[in-house]
T-cell receptor
Framework: NAGVTQTPKFQVLKTGQSMTLQCAQD?????MSWYRQDPGMGLRLIHY???????DQGEVPNGYNVSRSTTEDFPLRLLSAAPSQTSVYFC?????????????FGQGTRLTVV | DQQVKQNSPSLSVQEGRISILNCDYT??????FLWYKKYPAEGPTFLIS?????DKNEDGRFTVFLNKSAKHLSLHIVPSQPGDSAVYFC??????????FGAGTRLTVKP
């Protein structure tokens, strides 16, 4: 059981480039989300989805797009990378949508924008 | 604004003693609180949670206490073990699933 899989694990981008961070889960979870982790800031919610075809913005959505065409996949797209987007990105999924749902996290993608 | 705060960036305790990690929140709409543990180069893993209708939840060596009037919760680990050394994140969520995390506390348990 792979759980939540993120690719790539590491990525270096030049300012202005675009890329997609991939996230897939095999637990048939309805709820998926993307976080970024920065020093001293904890994890901040970027976007989330409560099911296929439904997405919504989190705390820090600017500069990112998401789509949810299947239950399994929830890619995060950086439209035009900026140095401020240098961070570690985590994808998470949970079985139910609602307060207190245990989230399962991927191993993270470390992104550097130069 | 940071709605969930962990004011201690680090904590060091001796093996076998109690570890107490603290967390404060500002949003009274939060009704579930969770603790996650994170090892280097791994994603966070769920540890324990508590509903706002309770003031204590226990799971083996881990106990979470909630003081709603003070908007404060704490995680107690007894006895602490070297394998508990990790970063611990406090998180809070309301019914809309918007989960907010604290900045984390790095726990070091010395043998």
């Amino acid at each position: 059981n792979a759980g939540v899989t993120q690719t790539p694990k590491f990525q270096v981008l030049k300012t202005g480039q675009s890329m997609t961070l991939q996230c897939a889960q095999d637990m048939n979870h309805e709820y998926m989300s993307w976080y970024r982790q920065d020093p001293g800031m904890g994890l901040r919610l970027i976007h989330y989805s409560v099911g296929a075809g439904i997405t919504d913005q989190g705390e820090v959505p600017n500069g990112y797009n998401v789509s949810r065409s299947t239950t399994e996949d929830f890619p995060l797209r950086l439209l035009s990378a900026a140095p401020s987007q240098t961070s570690v990105y985590f994808c998470a999924s949970s079985a139910i949508s609602g307060a207190g749902a245990e989230a399962f996290f991927g191993q993270g993608t470390r992104l550097t924008v130069v | 604004d940071q709605q969930v705060k962990q004011n201690s960036p680090s904590l060091s305790v001796q093996e076998g003693r109690i570890s107490i990690l603290n967390c404060d929140y500002t949003n009274s709409m939060f009704d579930y609180f969770l603790w996650y543990k994170k090892y280097p180069a791994e994603g966070p893993t769920f540890l324990i949670s508590i509903s706002s209708i309770k003031d204590k939840n226990e799971d083996g060596r881990f106990t979470v206490f909630l003081n709603k009037s003070a908007k404060h919760l704490s995680l107690h680990i007894v006895p602490s073990q070297p394998g508990d050394s990790a970063v611990y994140f406090c998180a809070a969520s309301a019914t809309n699933n918007d989960m907010r995390f604290g900045a984390g506390t790095r726990l070091t348990v010395k043998p």
